[in-house]
């Protein structure tokens, strides 16, 4: 079974500083890793993904994110913050194995940016 | 494209009434996702659908739930009779089977009273 760990449900850092929303994750078979991003009243957009490949994958908005294998993490930073970065994130797992694959994501992090 | 429609974008009904949500995927999607959305559970998965057929439903909580997808270009998530906790935003999404993500429609807020 696959399942993901977002640590933090609220971060909240100043415009202009760093970004960082961790992610861990569960599975027995190679996975797809994915970042959405959820602004209010509205459906959930793809950030970036992560399939097969560069382990360091660049997404919309100047963020990206590190597969790292060994540590089981696929952690969402972006180096400096926007006051329009304000969203709840959600980190998801997917598997190649099967293209009826289902997606399970993550309990979400609410960021918010401190003017 | 017009992405993944869902109707209706709000809906309000009394307990012991039934409720029909609707989607309707990307042209071309063969697999269909429904998912949950509350604070004190996060995004659950449901239901999800590939060729039109349940490939699993673990997800669904309760007999009361249930969905069908008679065709490849809709999908109805039933809950018969609600009540106050099935109130949540309830999100369709799809994807092809070459597509490694999926895509979201814009959800239904589900309010019972």
């Known amino acids: 079974a696959q399942s993901v760990t977002q640590l933090g449900s609220h971060v909240s850092v100043s415009e202009g500083a760093l970004v960082l929303l961790r992610c861990n994750y569960s599975s027995s078979v190679p996975p797809y890793l994915f970042w959405y991003v959820q602004y209010p009243n509205q459906g959930l957009q793809l950030l970036l993904k992560y399939t097969t490949g560069a382990t360091l994958v660049k997404g919309i908005n100047g963020f990206e994110a590190e597969f790292k294998k060994s540590e089981t993490s696929f952690h969402l930073t972006k180096p400096s913050a926007h006051m329009s970065d304000a969203a709840e994130y959600f980190c998801?797992?997917?598997?190649?194995?099967?293209?009826?694959?289902?997606?399970?994501f993550g309990s979400g992090t609410r960021l918010s940016i401190r003017p | 494209d017009a992405g993944v429609i869902q109707s209706p974008r709000h809906e309000v009904t009394e307990m012991g009434q039934e409720v029909t949500l609707r989607c309707k995927p990307i042209s071309g999607h063969n697999s269909l996702f429904w998912y949950r959305q509350t604070m004190m559970r996060g995004l659950e998965l449901l239901i999800y659908?590939?060729?039109?057929?349940?490939?699993?439903d673990s997800g669904m909580p309760e007999d009361r739930f249930s969905a069908k997808m008679p065709n490849a270009s809709f999908s109805t998530l039933k809950i018969q009779p609600s009540e106050p906790r099935d109130s949540a935003v309830y999100f369709c999404?799809?994807?092809?089977?070459?597509?490694?993500?999926?895509?979201f429609g814009q959800g239904t807020r589900l309010t019972v009273v």
């Open positions: 999404a799809s994807k092809t089977g070459s597509d490694t993500e999926a895509f």
């Open positions: 998801a797992v997917s598997d190649w194995y099967s293209s009826a694959s289902k997606i399970i």
């Open positions: 659908f590939n060729n039109n057929v349940p490939i699993d």
